[in-house]
């Protein structure tokens, strides 16, 4: 058992007293006593709370303390005051509130038996807002050893300020005061939090092009406007990365964006045209057939080797990673359908496009184009 | 002397002893002392004579002896720079910032801070916490903090001061935390520590945030919860 010892005057007539005390002490008895119910200390005590927040709701108290008596415990009180010394005036701190505490869990007990919170209480332990009462039925003695105890559900006192917890162990079930065997005391203080505030601010870079520089992997290496798919016959189908004039005729469209929701990026466009006669678009993801006139657009790849995410998802209409296939689901400008999406951030993902086109027998001579557009929009 | 024999009998109280008009908290066998001796401007515990002062320890008990010992356990914690705005952050430099808190702890066996707080939060976004101490580096996300002064990404921060001085006062950064130009953060670890009952040390936490080109785009904000964890 440990018991703390300490030694402090009062006042100056005590103090002359002990004085006398002490040179009387040779030829008078002196014999001291309380006439206050003794309880051995409870050692190596401390609260760990998990909120120190003035008001804080639901906040844990883990309570870690070895016992200063081996024997029985089958009741404890928590007594939250103000001031530190058992047994002593209790201040309870303003706001404060355990009566809705919860018991959460124990380790280190030798007997098993869990406690429970009583929200009534009995005897020493009635039940208050700065009052806990646990209880169990076990009659294991207990060793000195750590033990620990956790209950839940507190709220915290008002205003910043130190709480001080006063432990109290007894051997029966009741908090009864003839039961009495161990207290001590723990501490907590509720304190200011500090705030800190941070902004991210929204980015976006979105770019088409006809050429890839694959330099800077970004952006700036995407230029260029004109994408050629050649002269059409009946006899073939053309590709644009094939067939096209000299030099790259594939599409780029890359995108780089914060928004934590994702990217969506849509197409839109008329079918190839010259002046009044079109080459019918490809409505279904499907091959082209040589001398069947008609056009639409492939993903060739999707290239996430520029960034550090691979989050973008090609549409249905152009997930098909065997090239040959074609689509064309727009039917003017202001129709957009959906290329491709993600649902968070994307770092320069880039997709590469072909495009393919047919003529037929009765296809008329002349110049086809088309202008497509692209619009990639983020969901902050 | 038959008298003599056994007549010092001492019996270690726990509380007090009272009557209609007086109160004896404790005895006192020395030269004398006063435990409220003040002037305007100071004010002191004093003792002449005593037997012993300090803590003692043996295998089955522990002391603190002295006149002027206070036998109330003492633990006070204070933060005194409680909003730190980081404003607007890019991926070319570090956001930094101080935070300070001091704590006194007396009749103890020591303490420990501990930071209860996730990191930097956006909705269910956070900056990614440094869980392993490192140097800060812009472009890639980060948030961690020390208690000690720093020369890098820039000249912030203080180490850990004693009031009024080291001989009085022990709190100390913990490992992780007190190293300069390394930061760390995890949730639940212990940044400040005594090994001993102390007086007062004053903290300033340094705070550095990166964030790369991916961090989604948000106000992230932190409510930073430090706990303190007195042993008695």
Redesign the interface.
Known sequence: MLRTYTMRRQDSVLWALSVLMALTALVMPLSLSSGIVQAAQIEAREVTISDSGAAATSVENAFSFSLGTAGEVESIEFEYCEEAIPLATCTAPTGLDVSAATYTSQSGWDGATAFAMDLTGANDCIAAANKACVTRTDTTSETADNVAITIDGITNPTASETVFVRIYTYLDGDWDPADLVDAGTVAFATVNQLTLTAKVAETLDFCVGDTDADSANDCTDITGTTVDLGILDTSTVNESSVDGAVGDQNGYVMIRSNASNGVDVDYSGNTLTSGANTIPANGSESALSAGTAGWGMDVTSLDTSNGSTANLTMDGNFDDATNGTVYWGSTGPTVFDDLMDSSTVVDDEMVILDFEATAGIATPTGVYTTTIMFVGTPNY | MA??AG???????????TSPN????????GA????DVSSTNYAARASIGDLGVGKVTST??????????????V?????T??????????TYST?T?N?T?NVRNYIS?GYTV?T?SDS?M??T?E?DPMTTAAASSASTEQFGMNLVANTSPTTFGAVPSQVPDSTFSFGAAATGYDSPNTYKYQKYDIVAESAKSTGQTDYT?S?I?N?S????????????????????
């Open positions: 008298a003599v007549l010092f009998t001492f019996v270690p109280v726990n509380a007090q002893h007086y109160e004896v908290n404790e005895y006192f066998f004398g002392g006063d435990i089955n008990y522990r002391a603190f002896g002295g006149f002027s010992t206070t036998d109330i356990e633990l006070e914690m204070e933060v720079a409680a909003t730190i705005d980081f404003g607007t952050l890019d956001a910032g935070g808190f066996e501990e209860m930097l956006y909705g976004e900056i936490i705070y945030v964030v080109a991916n961090t989604p785009a948000g106000t992230y904000n932190q409510n930073h919860n430090l706990v303190v964890v007195a042993t008695f």
